[in-house]
């Protein structure tokens, strides 16, 4: 089978891993595995909600190729992201006679890839790992690029690890069983992607209709990532930190909302409006700019008002202990303009609750 054809290739200093995106490759999904001689035991992770749906056919698909599947299911949403969980699923490994010669497949959002990722790093110090992401978040961002990471009430993926699936497999047919809430948080990432990096994309993402034909722009979106990962794999040089436009606010906002209150790319939205707003007053975003923004993230239904009930102290308070802020400044991403984005060090506490405040109204 080509790897080849929709397919993007991810090369790292030492390595290289494909992103194949396809309608109907998860029937698939067994030979292409087999093809990498990862070992013929597996560990099947996934969540309350993507197992049911999409589990027998990977098994099936596995079993094919004489390769044996453990499913080991945990609770679908973002509070699954956790050490507890990490040290559950790895018990369930042990007891199911799994050692250094299984390997995990992760099939799911991006809750299941950060989590089995993680699993994958530490089960006996590591193990090859697959990612089948299932939702627009996880099929333009989080599957690719390496990081893995769990939650703690103190901030988001503050335990995680750097480790790069050996191969992504992604069916844009799963996107046709996402709610409509499920599927349209995932634009904040891609509506990120193209502020950042890629100015001409807005008018695709507003002339989107429906989920039928989404490869051409999830594979845009793989790349946008890819070339990022490649030229700083480990967020050393300052590249790959542009990647997380508007997830300052937008990470603290999920934290103070105990993981639950809105979806990761619901607080990615609000993320992005108040890290407009920074870019507004301390670079050079004119206001037209932000309007396509906005008007993006509109389309898609995501938040553009911050709920009362999470008060500003709550989010400075995340922000205090997760990013670190020094003699009142904070490292955070802001836009000169549509698809260029830098890091910046002069931005403010203040202007940080300036922004906090504007989300409000
Ligand atoms: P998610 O994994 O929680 O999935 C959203 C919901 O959709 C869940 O209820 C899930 O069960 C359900 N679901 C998934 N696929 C489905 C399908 N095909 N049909 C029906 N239901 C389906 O959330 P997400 O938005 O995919 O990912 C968010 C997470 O990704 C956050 O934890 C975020 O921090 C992380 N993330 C990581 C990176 C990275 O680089 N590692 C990048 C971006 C986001
Ligand atoms: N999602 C941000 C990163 O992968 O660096």
Redesign the pocket.
């Known amino acids: 089978m080509s790897f080849n054809q929709n397919s993007v290739k991810v090369e790292l200093k030492d390595n290289y891993y494909e992103v194949i995106v396809r309608k109907g490759i998860l029937k698939d999904c067994g030979q292409l595995i087999s093809q990498l001689n990862v070992g013929k035991k597996c560990a099947l992770i996934s969540?309350?909600?993507?197992a049911p749906?999409?589990a027998s056919q990977v098994t099936e698909s596995l079993k094919k190729n004489e390769i044996d599947t453990e499913l080991i299911e945990v609770e679908?949403?973002?509070a699954s992201?956790s050490l507890e969980s990490v040290e559950n699923i790895c018990r369930k490994m042990i007891k199911a006679g799994h050692d250094r010669h299984a390997f995990v497949i992760a099939l799911?959002?991006?809750?299941?890839?950060?989590l089995a990722?993680l699993v994958s790093s530490v089960f006996y110090r590591g193990i090859p790992l697959i990612q089948i992401?299932?939702?627009?978040?996880?099929q333009v961002?989080?599957a690719?690029?390496g990081?893995?990471?769990v939650?703690t009430p103190e901030g988001?993926?503050l335990i995680g690890s750097f480790y790069h699936p050996r191969l992504v497999i992604t069916d844009t047919l799963?996107?046709?069983?996402?709610?409509d809430r499920?599927f349209n948080?995932?634009f904040a990432?891609v509506i990120k992607h193209a502020a950042i990096r890629d100015e001409s994309m807005f008018e695709k993402i507003m002339n989107i209709d429906g989920r039928e034909n989404l490869d051409e722009l999830i594979i845009q979106n793989v790349k946008i990532k890819a070339r990022i990962v490649e030229e700083d794999e480990k967020e050393l040089s300052g590249l790959r930190a542009l990647?997380n436009y508007g997830h300052t606010i937008g990470?603290a906002i999920?934290a103070a909302g105990g993981y639950g209150k809105y979806?990761?790319?619901e607080a990615i939205s609000l993320g992005l409006i108040a890290a407009n707003k920074i870019s507004s007053e301390t670079s050079h975003l004119s206001d037209s700019e932000n309007r396509v923004i906005i008007n993006a993230l509109k389309k898609f239904n995501l938040p553009t008002k911050l709920e009362d009930s999470i008060s500003n102290e709550d989010l400075l308070n995340v922000m205090r202990s997760d990013k670190k802020f020094k003699n009142g400044k904070i490292r955070f991403v802001v836009l000169n303009k549509l698809g260029e984005a830098e890091l910046s060090e002069d931005v403010t506490e203040h202007d940080i609750n300036s922004a906090i405040n504007f989300i409000r109204k």
């Open positions: 969540d309350s909600n993507v749906l999409y679908a949403g973002e992201k799911g959002g991006g809750v299941i890839g950060d990722g992401p299932t939702t627009i978040v996880s961002d989080s690719v690029g990081k893995t990471g939650n988001k993926n799963t996107l046709g069983s996402l709610p499920e948080e995932g990432e990647l990470h999920e979806l990761h790319g």
